[in-house]
């Protein structure tokens, strides 16, 4: 059952988000103090909410997810260093601050989203040592773990990073633009909820509810920042706009327009609160967050 706010959940991770990266020896201590700035360094934390909510919603607590949203925010942040880097994207602004390898350079960067990456998967399998004598609750945190990976790995975001990498300067198609949104932005979406639903120990029906919740809102939340790339407020955003057009970028204003990419960022809102419109209250923390995140755009 749901009793804390989104900001309540967020608080709780913010004051835990540095508990599981393994202490590192002095001599390398660049890179923790690389990784740690990315990871203070703000955001809205809407992947490990979820996760957290997700498996409250299904009769788990919170806190013993602790480890697994940690760990799904280490993958995101290394995944926006990553992105951010020359070779990438090379944008200069996120989160409000100077990226990372402004900061510390193109190969600290690149080594502290390394980092992050290795660290959400130690911090998941050390949680996981301590239930060698409680099966049900170990088979829990397996099946969480590779909630995650899956929803990162090549056939999740990395996919839909390189569809997206290739995809530059190209006519794109209906199909190729939605691959690369399902894969590069839903897919982690997607496993935040899954992998806090099997912690919760959830049934079928609410893991399918869950799924076709996730899968709607992650596509919705890319269209809403392909939107605002075009006509968001920087500051607000705390990241350049007009990234995606100048690096002719694989969006839906680009191949749909404003107008129907508005049309199909309400659908996709719509389709994530009925998903779960059948849970009433308990589901009120998923319903205003698919709410919020469209009303950014105007």
Do not use: W
Request: aromatic share 8%.
């Amino acid at each position: 059952m749901i009793d804390r706010t989104f900001e309540e959940y967020k608080a709780l991770l913010d004051e835990h988000i540095l508990d599981f990266i393994p202490d590192i020896d002095q001599k390398s201590i660049t890179l923790y103090d690389s990784m740690k700035y990315s990871i203070l360094a703000g955001g809205k934390r809407i992947r490990p909410v979820l996760l957290l909510a997700a498996c409250e919603f299904c009769g788990g607590k919170a806190e013993e997810a602790l480890p697994y949203a940690c760990a799904m925010e280490y993958i995101h942040t290394y995944s926006l260093i990553h992105d951010d880097l020359p070779c990438m994207d090379d944008d200069e602004l996120r989160r409000g601050q100077p990226t990372n390898h402004v900061i510390y350079g193109d190969a600290v960067a690149t080594l502290a989203g390394d980092g992050l990456q290795a660290a959400a998967y130690e911090a998941m399998q050390r949680d996981m040592l301590l239930y060698f004598d409680n099966f049900d609750a170990l088979k829990s945190r397996v099946r969480a773990a590779y909630e995650i990976v899956k929803g990162a790995g090549v056939t999740g975001m990395v996919a839909g990073q390189i569809a997206d990498v290739e995809a530059e300067n190209k006519r794109c198609s209906k199909e190729l633009l939605d691959y690369i949104h399902i894969t590069k932005t839903a897919d982690m979406i997607i496993s935040a909820v899954r992998a806090g639903a099997r912690l919760g120990s959830c049934s079928e029906q609410e893991l399918e509810n869950l799924t076709v919740y996730a899968e709607n809102l992650g596509l919705a939340f890319q269209v809403c920042d392909d939107i605002l790339d075009v006509e968001g407020d920087e500051e607000l955003l705390g990241k350049e706009v007009g990234h995606d057009e100048a690096n002719s970028k694989a969006t839906y204003p680009a191949l749909y327009g404003l107008d129907e990419s508005k049309r199909k960022l309400r659908e996709l809102t719509d389709a994530a609160k009925e998903a779960l419109a059948e849970y009433y209250d308990n589901a009120e923390l998923f319903v205003e967050l698919a709410e919020m995140l469209a009303t950014r755009v105007s």
